[in-house]
């Protein structure tokens, strides 16, 4: 039996500001009748995450993509992987069977073909939407998580700045910190955003850097005493401003430089002086460093969405064909919360 698989692909390499022209939807027949010593599993795509970093892999050229195996270069024409969740249609692979439902890297498609040591996972939903597997259960999550808990350590009372915090991983951060009896502010780029990370997800304040002239009398509005904690979502100028209003021992974790995607020219130098003698920790970092503590997070997490102590953020287009509006919504500040994009129904 064959079935078409309509998956998007980049027409050339996107060094610039994504555009829709940048994509293209493509079409191509898939066999789900399988050799039997193929040893490979054919997933029917439900969920697939819209990241931020993809860009620097559909770049010319990126330093990312020779630090990571999750971030080589994407190749024009060619299928895109993402983390997603899915069902098995058909399976040589001894450890699938048809209608597991899994988790690992699927493609910007509707189908996706496994070879034998593909990341892949069946998955246990606990009850949850199988959209919470792709955002506050998964990748997102655990960044979020292991930044804040395994970089920054926060102690109750300490005062905790995050960037573009109502993003997919900034506004877990926000609520996890205030589990921990932080004291906690985000920006965001919009009055809309702003209330919504006071009022919905219990931020103790938050501002539009949009509306901001000086970010750093911002800065030292909002934290008269000093930053102890900056998760850093963006890089570029709220970096700076952020280590210079830093406190002693203060720490940063760096989760991603979105600032910088669009203009290579706009990078962060923050004062190394306060770096030095305010005895600063700066550390980036990858959710996939943190696989080790993933149990701990999962456990940890799913007792919080259950007791409502953490609400969800999600923003879920449909259909394969809106993936690309989807990914350009990103550097647009459209999204609230985690991008996902539903391709099917269970």
């Known amino acids: ?81 993402t983390y997603g969740v899915g069902k098995v249609v058909a399976s040589t692979n001894p450890e699938f069977d048809k209608g597991d439902i899994v988790v690992g890297l699927l493609n910007w498609g509707e189908f996706t073909v496994i070879k034998a040591g593909g990341m892949l996972n069946k998955l246990n939903p606990m009850g949850f939407p199988l959209s919470y597997h792709v955002g506050i259960l998964g990748f997102s999550g655990l960044t979020a998580y292991a930044g ?10 300490e005062k905790v700045f995050v960037s573009a915090a109502l993003g997919s991983v900034g506004n877990l951060v926000g609520q996890f910190a205030k589990l921990s009896g932080c004291y906690v502010v985000g920006c965001a780029g919009s009055k809309e ?34 930053i102890d904690i900056y998760f850093d979502n963006v890089g570029g100028e709220m970096q700076e401003v952020a280590v210079s209003n830093m406190n002693i021992n203060g720490r940063i974790a760096v989760c991603g430089v979105i600032s910088e ?44 969405l259950r007791t409502g102590k953490i609400q969800p953020l999600e923003d879920i287009s449909d259909g394969v064909e809106s993936i690309p509006s989807a990914f350009i919504s990103l550097y647009r500040g459209q999204n609230i919360g985690k991008k996902i994009v539903k391709i099917a129904e269970e």
């Open 261 to 304: 995607y669009l203009d290579s020219e706009k990078r962060a130098a923050p004062s190394m002086i306060d770096v030095i003698y305010k005895r600063i920790k700066i550390q980036g970092f990858l959710a996939g460093d943190y696989l080790n503590i993933f149990g701990d997070f999962l456990l940890t997490t799913c007792d919080h």
């Open 1 to 81: 039996m064959d079935v078409v698989n309509r998956y998007i692909t980049i027409n050339n390499h996107v060094n610039g500001a994504p555009q829709d022209s940048d994509f293209e939807l493509k079409c191509s027949p898939l066999a789900l009748s399988l050799d039997p010593a193929s040893n490979v599993v054919i997933v029917k795509n439900l969920y697939v995450s819209i990241d931020p970093y993809q860009l620097n892999r559909m770049k010319s050229f990126s330093a990312s993509q020779k630090a990571s195996d999750f971030a080589v270069a994407i190749v024009p024409g060619e299928a895109i992987d």
């Open 148 to 157: 804040l808990f395994e970089i920054c350590k926060p102690k109750k009372g």
């Open 193 to 226: 955003k702003v209330a919504l990370l006071k009022e919905k997800l219990g931020f103790d304040d938050a501002f539009n850097y949009r509306e901001e002239t000086d970010l750093n009398s911002t800065l030292e509005r909002y934290f008269p005493n000093g």
